[in-house]
Structure formats: C-alpha cells, structure tokens
C-alpha cells in the first residue's frame, strides 16, 4: 500500500522555536510537496521539489525553507515559528510524468504555535 | 492567476439525498486540469477524478458524478443517495497543464459535507 507518512499529527510549540516537520513517501516518487491547510483558504503551496537537493518556491513560501537530501524525505522548516504559522501541515508526493496528476497525501500535521 | 472558488462552505443533508458541490475555476491556459480530493476526518486528501480541458464528457463513478462545462468555467461533483461515509471535505483543484516536473495544484477552500442518518 502506497504511503505518505507525516512524522507529527500533533505538535504545539513557542513563538521563536524551530520546527521541524518531516514527510518520508515510500513509493519512489520524484515530487514532494508541502501544503498548508487554513480554513477557508483551502490548501496553499509552501515549497515544492522535482529531485533530491531541488527546491522551489511555491505561493507562500515566506517563514519556511526546506530540506530534500533523500529522495523519499521532504522537511519543511519553520526558523522561528510565529503564532501565524499555527496551521494544518500537508506532505505529497507524485510520480514524475504521472498522467494522472494524482497527488498523495499524508495525514497531515497540525502545528500549534503559542 | 488561477483560481478556484467553492461558494459552498457546508452543506449538510440527510442520508440517501443527493447532493451537488460546486467548483468555478478562473485560467489563461487553454490546456488544463482539473480535480477533486476527498479529505475524510483522518485528514488524508484521497483523489477522486481528474479531467482535463479537452474533454468535457461528464463522468459516473458509482455514486459519483462529474459534470464538466467549460462554458460555465464550471466543474460540479453530484453524489447520489448520500451515506454518512460520504461526510468529509471536499476539495476541487486546478493545474495549468501537467508541468513537466511535478503538478502544482491550485485548490478552492474546500467544501464540507456533512451526511446525518
């Protein structure tokens, strides 16, 4: 079974702290994205990547970097979490050339920032 | 720009009721995508459909349906005799053409429905 595996469902921490929220997919795909999951606004793009050390910026990429060192892991960073950064996490992962454009998710991280 | 625009922000009905969430899109792009997710209360968006720009043919799934009207800028789902399995929120989604490396989605803000037995 395809799987897209978020490492925190739940993470609550203090203005200023660093984050680290990690995404590892198991079904070889070149893409990983992150997503941010506000109500009302739907699912926004923070960064996205095509290949191992590859990154671009996606529609609100600005408080967070990422790492992509692996090909199966994708870390979002937040350098000093702000109460505004207090959202729903989403990871997904595509294969290159799908035909399908079919994304798969995780379950998400939900990232209290106090 | 894209954009996508789910004027529905809740809709609740009653189980075995059918049901239609609608999806308005805005794109430049002559050649593009359009989705539907499903994010059940686990919170994993499960892919429903994809169409692309060139093929307006609504589409059955089951209990699903598609209705596609480019006229409209439109792209509806209808889901028929609704089941509490059904409650979830519903997300429809745009891309300006399958990019080479990877699909860029740009989602509406969701739709959720509730079903009650």
């Known amino acids: 079974d395809v799987k897209v595996t978020q490492s925190s469902r739940y993470l609550v921490k203090r203005t200023g702290e660093k984050v680290f929220l990690e995404c590892v997919q198991d079904m070889d795909h070149e893409n990983m994205f992150w997503y941010r999951q506000d109500p009302g606004l739907g699912l926004r793009l923070i960064y996205f990547s095509y290949d191992v050390k590859m990154k671009e910026k996606g529609d609100i990429p600005e408080g967070y970097s990422v790492s992509r060192e692996k090909k199966e892991r994708f870390s979002l960073i937040l350098e000093s979490a702000s109460t505004n950064q207090t959202s729903m996490y989403l990871c997904a992962s595509s294969l290159h050339g799908s035909n399908t454009g079919e994304l798969f998710f995780g379950e998400g991280s939900r990232l209290t920032v106090l | 720009a894209q954009k996508v625009t789910q004027a529905q922000t809740e809709i609740s009905v009653v189980e075995k009721e059918d049901v239609t969430l609608d999806c308005v899109y805005e794109?430049?792009?002559?050649?593009?995508?359009l989705f539907w997710y499903k994010q059940p209360p686990s919170g994993e968006l499960v892919f429903l459909i994809r169409?692309?720009?060139?093929?307006?043919q609504n589409e059955i799934s089951g209990r699903y349906s598609w209705n596609f009207q480019k006229s409209t800028s439109s792209f509806n789902f209808t889901i028929t005799a609704s089941q509490v399995v059904d409650s979830a929120v519903y997300f429809c989604a745009l891309s300006e053409a399958l990019w080479y490396q990877g699909n860029k989605l740009v989602f509406g803000a969701g739709t959720i429905l509730r079903v009650k037995s």
């Open positions: 169409r692309n720009s060139f093929d307006e």
């Open positions: 794109t430049r792009d002559t050649t593009y995508y």
